[in-house]
T-cell receptor, first 118, second 113 residues
Framework: DGGITQSPKYLFRKEGQNVTLSCEQN?????MYWYRQDPGQGLRLIYYSQIVNDFQKGDIAEGYSVSREKKESFPLTVTSAQKNPTAFYLC?????????????????FGPGTRLTVL | AQSVTQPDIHITVSEGASLELRCNYS??????LFWYVQSPGQGLQLLLK??????LVQGIKGFEAEFKRSQSSFNLRKPSVHWSDAAEYFCAVGLYNFNKFYFGSGTKLNVKP
């Protein structure tokens, strides 16, 4: 089955540590995204990538870093510079350019990773 | 700046009653519009989407939404709510040829037996 996987489901981090959240998709999608979700605030975009080896900052990129070395993978690192990292993190993908207009903008979401800083 | 507003944070309806969740957006042109549903601790699932054409769109699980250009709204409706519909619902706006989404803050739906 095609889809998006995120691991781990739950992650605990001590203050001052960097942690990396995994996101893998086998949908052959060009674009991938990372969102942060906090209660009552909806989803906020951290980083997105429209193509391999390229990515752009979203609205709340400070304290986070990403890489896009492979089309199917878009890992997110939460660094010690992120002041309040406890949140639910969602990864998404979309077909991106080159596909039909009607599938261009639809995003497909993974199951999420809950990060807690101890 | 683009924005998506869901004015209702929480809504409680009785099982079998009708439902309408409100969504308003702010954008200069007609965007792509989406409704997603999220169960606790899960990812988001697409309910329906509007790109163009008929302004009343049908989605999964018996949901529908109507795009009203004059009101910049895209409200989600269901004629008869089931207990399994209890979840959080997000409205989202996608911009053509610009691969980003803007999400509303969500509406939590509780269903009374």
């Amino acid at each position: 089955d095609g889809g998006i996987t995120q691991s781990p489901k739950y992650l605990f981090r001590k203050e001052g540590q960097n942690v990396t959240l995994s996101c893998e998709q086998n949908l052959n999608h060009d674009a991938m995204y990372w969102y942060r979700q906090d209660p009552g605030q909806g989803l906020r975009l951290i980083y997105y990538s429209q193509i391999v080896n390229d990515f752009q900052k979203g609205d709340i990129a400070e304290g986070y870093s990403v890489s896009r070395e492979k089309k199917e993978s878009f890992p997110l690192t939460v660094t010690s510079a992120q002041k309040n990292p406890t949140a639910f993190y969602l990864c998404a993908s979309s077909p991106g350019q080159g596909n039909s207009r009607y599938s261009y903008n639809e995003q497909f979401f993974g199951p999420g990773t809950r990060l807690t800083v101890l | 700046a683009q924005s998506v507003t869901q004015p209702d944070i929480h809504i409680t309806v009785s099982e079998g009653a009708s439902l309408e969740l409100r969504c308003n957006y702010s954008y200069g042109a007609t965007p792509y519009l989406f409704w997603y549903v999220q169960s606790p601790g899960q990812g988001l699932q697409l309910l329906l989407k509007y790109f163009s054409g008929d302004t009343l769109v049908q989605g999964i699980k018996g949901f529908e939404a109507e795009f009203k250009r004059s009101q910049s709204s895209f409200n989600l409706r269901k004629p008869s709510v089931h207990w399994s519909d209890a979840a959080e619902y997000f409205c989202a706006v996608g911009l053509y040829n610009f691969n980003k989404f803007y999400f509303g803050s969500g509406t939590k739906l509780n269903v009374k037996p």
